[in-house]
């Protein structure tokens, strides 16, 4: 920006800069000038900024009191978020009064908040994302140089943050530091929602779960989980510990196999609480909800999307047990034949009722090999289905082999 430009606009209140070929986002010598203009910034977001490697300079920090939502993301030459002050040798002190969100994704150089000898304060931070920066540290490192000086300041004080946050997305190697590191138990007890990204163990830490027990929507992608939860040796001892999740998001889950490993009365303990599962992008997955003593009795809506290896989402006795359900979408998995088989045990008395009694939506999308929603002989009723969607199912010539009831005002 320059002076000129600047007067354009008087009171900037969210500014976004997307690829924008430029060294520094504000030129010091017209910092007076253009302070007043920012004073009233409350949002501000950089993605795809290549030539960037500061957002900041320390001067300007005082002047952006209103700040409530910082995101930088794919800045692949970014440094530090604040430049280092090339006259004052004291030790920095920055606040960020009113940034309730700050996101950082996709920034393999970011090393530091301030290159310098610095505190900071975010009384405010609710929502946290770290992704895809190698570079930084969020835990304390009593490494020291000659001088001694700590060899690398922490992004920030993350125990004086983590009371306060309510959202969080972390890199597999933080998850690991979280694990590691003693944290009172009581410093994540606001924690409601948790992603975690490129995390490369072959199951999902359960102990999280024991540690954030609060939480209420768990994320997970690009992981190297060959199935999401495992009970062995853990759940039998921690089961009831474990928080109670709402929501659960798979996505490019591509080692995944299975969501559990071993069939358990504790894992029930996982699921039944769960309102939401949608699962995205996870190639080598075959079948999703498998005949088990699992419990899925309070799930509202079930998702799947682009899952090649997919060949049906359900069992029969499972589908039974899904009282609560009001959405069911499935997109895009060209292996599916149908979307509820037949339990082994039931292939000599398929003359049973599957009762769907809130089902309200059934979307069905590009399922290339889809031959009908199940070959069972059910007689399937669905008393409160609203919409009915079959596109892009060409070998499809009838829904079920057995008996159909939905209400005469139904939108096909």
Same mark, same amino acid.
């Given at each position: ?22 060294? =520094? ?16 910034? @409350?949002?501000?977001? $950089? ?36 430049? =280092? ?23 393999? =150089? ?8 610095? @505190?900071? /304060? ?16 969020? *835990? ?17 004080? +993350? ?6 946050? =309510? ?13 590691? &590191? ?5 410093? +994540? ?8 990204? &490129?995390?490369?163990?072959?199951? +999902? ?21 060959? $199935? ?12 009831? !510990? ?75 006795? !499972? ?11 499935? +997109? ?13 045990? /039931?292939?000599?008395?398929?003359? /049973?009722?599957? $009762? ?14 889809? @031959? ?11 008393? *409160? ?20 009831? @939905? ?6």
């Amino acid at each position: 920006f320059n002076i000129q430009s600047i007067y354009i606009f008087c009171i900037v209140m969210a500014l976004e800069l997307n690829a924008i070929n430029v060294d =520094e986002i504000w030129h010091y010598n017209q910092l007076p000038a253009m302070v007043p203009c920012f004073q009233s910034l @409350t949002r501000l977001i $950089v993605w795809g900024c290549d030539k960037l490697k500061y957002i900041f300079s320390a001067s300007t920090i005082q002047s952006l009191e209103q700040l409530q939502h910082l995101e930088i993301r794919l800045c692949k030459s970014l440094q530090e978020i604040i430049s =280092e002050n090339r006259t004052d040798q004291v030790t920095a002190y920055f606040v960020f009064p009113r940034v309730t969100t700050l996101k950082l994704d996709g920034l393999p =150089e970011l090393r530091c908040l301030y290159p310098g000898m610095h @505190t900071s /304060e975010w009384p405010a931070l609710k929502n946290l994302v770290a992704c895809n920066c190698d570079k930084i540290t969020l *835990s304390q490192n009593d490494e020291n140089d000659q001088f001694g000086v700590p060899a690398q300041q922490p992004l920030f004080s +993350f125990k004086k943050i983590l009371p306060n946050l =309510e959202g969080l997305a972390l890199s597999g190697k933080d998850i690991t530091m979280i694990l590691q &590191d003693d944290f009172p138990q009581h410093l +994540f007890g606001s924690l409601k929602q948790l992603r975690v990204g &490129d995390d490369d163990l072959a199951c +999902f830490p359960l102990d999280l779960l024991e540690r954030f027990h609060n939480l209420e929507f768990l994320y997970l992608s690009d992981c190297s989980y060959e $199935v999401v939860f495992s009970n062995e040796g853990y759940l039998e001892t921690h089961a009831r !510990k474990l928080a109670l999740i709402k929501r659960l998001n798979l996505t490019r889950l591509n080692h995944l196999q299975q969501l559990w490993k071993h069939d358990s009365k504790e894992l029930d303990f996982i699921f039944q609480h769960l309102q939401i599962l949608r699962v995205l992008h996870c190639q080598n997955l075959l079948s999703l909800l498998p005949s088990s003593s699992v419990s899925f009795r309070n799930l509202t809506r079930l998702e799947t999307f682009a899952c090649k290896k997919l060949m049906n989402l359900l069992t029969s006795s !499972k589908a039974k047990s899904l009282e609560r359900l009001v959405s069911l979408r499935i +997109f895009g998995c060209p292996a599916m034949t149908e979307v509820i088989i037949s339990d082994e045990d /039931e292939t000599a008395n398929l003359k /049973e009722e599957i $009762v769907f009694s809130k089902l309200s939506a059934l979307s069905l999308f590009d399922l290339d090999s889809l @031959t009908s929603f199940s070959s069972g002989n059910y007689a399937f009723k669905l008393p *409160s289905l609203q919409d009915l969607w079959v596109i892009g199912c060409p070998k499809m010539k009838l829904f079920t082999k057995g008996e159909l009831s @939905t209400p005469l005002r139904l939108n096909v």
